[in-house]
């Protein structure tokens, strides 16, 4: 303990030990102060600037301390000085007094405060760094509270002191001239419980909320700033227009027309968006295929002699292709329009934020979606433009198996690709500058995926940095940067570009609004998906920042209750349980936080992990690779996160996503019988690991000798 320390808890122990011994107490109560009322009078009379001196320290030093006796002392600043005199020496006095209190708080108990506890008091810390002030000033204006206990906890948190003092100054000025307007007539007050009546104490409360709603009120202002360059038509043509027909767009529409509000859904190219014709459903019915292809050379591992099979690449187009066809009734405008939804092909152009331009027309709006989605990222990289390169868009139009295909990037769409194209019959390299692949999971999942592909004869190339692109002769060349920084040539037949995508703000109306975006790009959306302008929303790829279909559904609906009701109530989404998954072999699925992202962020966590090479229903199906692995508050079964590495991941994470969506804990699951044999009951087995992990280890020895003696 520092010098400061030892200092200032001396000064307390001593003032603590002087309270008791010389009995200060019985000089700070009402009987008292009255008793002595004309001799504080006639003294003052006769010694004005001592009286205020003397008054003034007395004060500061009972807040400080934070003795009790700071009514009464506010109520002789009224007796003695007068209602001017006294709110003036009893406001600065107690503001004073307090912010000691606060400082000593702050010099001997914060540091151990928050070096203890501070993980659980993150989320107070912000909310005390975002609206310390608000808190603060709602607390001092009613006097429910103690405010020496104020004082004592806001010197634990991060406010600074100047916002503090100046907080107090202003938020007990009015309690304070309460309380020294009463003083003036010390002599005939009964007790100290008279002076706040259930009125005044709920007038207060009510001032407390004015600066919460002051708040609320800015931030409308705020939010209707730009709005107000334009001018609301007079008549609307339909409450909601809907821009792009992909999952959040269809959600959203059907959704508005399911509520019975009139609704104009527009996209200027196919229904169904990315997922159904460029994304979800082609690469999975892809990964189909390439799976089919691998287990006919696996087919002797089960005792299957002479099975063979030649891959048709054509054919599995086709029959992608084919898929896609089959689905599309569900996204048609024909089921949409059946459903009460205006569908209209064209290009929108949002004008204002009440009127959206198509086809020349002009469709005026009480709100508008924008769920334009993303397309391909694609880096500037010398030489890459003059290459005939894939991406996932149209990678789908290939009718001919590339012999070399290289892959750029190691997420999700990169792994599910090279993978899928490797088991087909092409020779796969994939590059990506990370350390390992699939880079937000942990590295325990991505090293099993990194192992599968390994072994299927994938080159990796991690830790490389494309440098240029060119062609030749012998055909297309990227030269890349090892990690010892000599450079590698790769030679390709074609190129895959699989760096992530970019969300479409361009090109309809958002620049000449000026519609504020994220640093990734994306449009910046708060809670409720609402954008600057509250009449124009936004969900999907295009706000951000889950680029998953579920969440583009997920985040339409909150979207759309907002754009139809929410000037009645506000629908906030909440992202805590976001779950995931990337289609390789094996799968990686994930939901809530894992190892990697709970130490980011200071969390601490129990780690339980159940390996399938223990699991029966999975060595029965040759797949006995990969594990559960769950993440758990300390001494509770809550559930931050769980990961998912082996087959079917994709299904198997549901079980967690079920439990924490509904606060339930790891008991839950262990209490719930799984049917024999499954790959589900790998979840149960990992509760029960949990549960087993916490048995008390000392009393096993009791209870041997128990059943010992039953023998």
Not at 124 to 132: A, H, L, S
Not at 251 to 276: F, N, P, Q, W, Y
Not at 630 to 655: F, K, M, N
């Amino acid at each position: 303990m520092n010098k400061a320390r030892l200092f200032v808890l001396a000064i307390l122990v001593v003032a603590v030990v002087l309270y008791v011994m010389l009995d200060v107490g019985q000089y700070l109560n009402l009987a008292y102060a009255q008793s002595q009322l004309d001799t504080l009078r006639d003294f003052t009379r006769a010694n004005f600037a001592l009286s205020t001196g003397l008054y003034f320290l007395a004060y500061v030093v009972v807040t400080a301390l934070s003795l009790p006796g700071a009514a009464i002392m506010t109520l002789l600043g009224g007796a003695i000085f007068g209602l001017g005199w006294g709110v003036l020496l009893a406001s600065f006095a107690s503001t004073i007094g307090a912010t000691l209190a606060f400082l000593a708080s702050r010099l001997l108990l914060h540091d151990w405060v928050q070096g203890r506890f501070g993980k659980s008091l993150k989320t107070i810390n912000k909310g005390v760094e975002r609206d310390g002030a608000f808190y603060l000033f709602s607390l001092r204006l009613v006097p429910l509270f103690p405010f020496f206990l104020i004082n004592l906890v806001m010197g634990l948190t991060p406010i600074k002191t100047v916002t503090f003092y100046w907080v107090s100054q202003v938020g007990m000025l009015l309690g304070t001239a309460v309380y020294v307007n009463a003083g003036v007539e010390l002599g005939q007050l009964s007790s100290l419980g008279g002076l706040l009546s259930g009125s005044l104490i709920l007038s207060f409360a009510l001032l407390a909320m004015l600066p919460w709603v002051g708040k609320a009120v800015v931030a409308l202002i705020r939010r209707n700033r730009l709005a107000r360059a334009y001018k609301k038509p007079a008549k609307y043509d339909t409450n909601l227009v809907v821009i792009g027909a992909g999952s959040g767009g269809l959600v959203a529409s059907i959704v508005a027309a399911g509520a019975k509000a009139s609704v104009t859904l527009i996209e200027k190219h196919k229904m169904g968006g990315d997922c159904l014709n460029t994304g979800c459903v082609p690469s999975k019915s892809l990964i189909a295929s390439a799976k089919v292809a691998e287990t006919i050379r696996q087919a002797e591992s089960f005792g299957i002699k002479g099975a063979s099979g030649q891959v048709d690449f054509a054919a599995v187009m086709e029959r992608v292709h084919g898929v896609i066809k089959t689905i599309e009734p569900h996204d048609s405008v024909e089921r949409f329009t059946s459903l009460g939804v205006d569908c209209v092909q064209g290009e929108a152009f949002i004008r204002s934020p009440w009127s959206v331009e198509v086809n020349g027309r002009t469709i005026n709006t009480r709100a508008i979606i924008v769920a334009t989605g993303a397309r391909p990222f694609i880096p500037e990289v010398a030489g890459l433009a003059d290459i005939d390169y894939l991406h996932s868009d149209n990678v789908w139009e290939l009718r001919e198996l590339p012999k070399r295909l290289l892959v750029l990037g190691g997420g999700p769409i990169g792994c599910e690709l090279a993978q899928a194209f490797s088991r087909l019959g092409s020779d796969v390299t994939l590059l990506d500058r990370a350390d390992h692949l699939m880079g937000r999971e942990d590295e325990d999942a991505s090293s099993i995926v990194e192992q599968a592909f390994r072994d299927r004869g994938i080159e990796l190339l991690l830790q490389h940095e494309m440098k240029m692109f060119r062609s030749d002769d012998t055909g297309d060349c990227l030269t890349a940067t090892a990690p010892d920084g000599t450079l590698k040539e790769i030679h390709f037949d074609k190129v895959l570009v699989a760096l992530g995508r970019k969300p479409n703000v361009e090109g309809f109306g958002l620049e000449e609004l000026k519609v504020p975006l994220t640093g990734s790009g994306a449009i910046q959306v708060d809670s409720a998906m609402r954008t600057a302008y509250p009449s124009i929303l936004a969900c999907g790829d295009v706000a951000g920042p889950y680029q998953f279909t579920h969440m583009a559904s997920f985040q339409a609906w909150y979207a759309t209750l907002n754009a139809l009701a929410g000037m009645i109530k506000t629908f906030r989404a909440n992202y805590r349980v976001v779950p995931h998954a990337t289609f390789t072999d094996p799968e990686v699925a994930r939901v809530g936080l894992n190892e990697k992202e709970a130490r980011e962020q200071d969390i601490d966590y129990e780690l339980t992990r159940y390996d399938l090479d223990h699991l029966d229903r999975a060595l029965a199906d040759g797949n006995a690779h990969g594990f559960v692995k769950v993440l758990t508050a300390p001494g509770s079964d809550r559930i931050l996160g769980a990961s998912i590495v082996g087959p079917h991941a994709g299904e198997l994470i549901g079980s967690f996503v079920f439990a924490m969506t509904h606060n339930m804990g790891l008991k839950k699951i262990a209490g719930t019988t799984h049917i024999y044999p499954t790959l589900l009951e790998a979840n149960r087995f990992t509760a029960n690991a949990w549960r087993s992990a916490r048995v008390p280890a000392k009393l096993l020895p009791w209870a041997e000798r128990f059943f010992k003696s039953r023998l």
